[in-house]
């Protein structure tokens, strides 16, 4: 971290339960965004071949991909996550 992101990190969450949660939970979303993105791109799929093979639409695809989702896209990542064989990831 660096000195003004440790300062901002002290101000605005460090010491808060619920902020230090959120920001671990956002945290976690990226990482699987970022693994859902590489192994999409490791097995030569385009977002479009993702969402037609798991029956979602792109923009759903997309959303994972952003990090940018909800507990209501939760059964539509369970999908994607099985398809491109992240479970064993998200397991551990």
Do not use: W
Not at 16 to 36: D, F, G, T, V
Not at 69 to 90: A, C, Q
């Amino acid at each position: 971290m660096t000195e003004a992101s440790e300062i901002l990190h002290h101000l605005h969450i460090g010491g808060k339960p619920r902020m230090e949660a959120l920001m671990e939970c956002e945290r976690q979303k990226a990482l699987l965004a970022q693994q859902i993105y590489d192994a999409r791109e490791k097995r030569g799929l385009s977002e479009s071949q993702l969402a037609h093979l798991v029956g979602v639409s792109v923009d759903e695809v997309v959303q994972l991909q952003e990090a940018d989702f909800d507990d209501s896209l939760y059964p539509i990542l369970n999908k994607v996550v099985k398809e491109l064989g992240l479970s064993e990831t998200l397991n551990q």
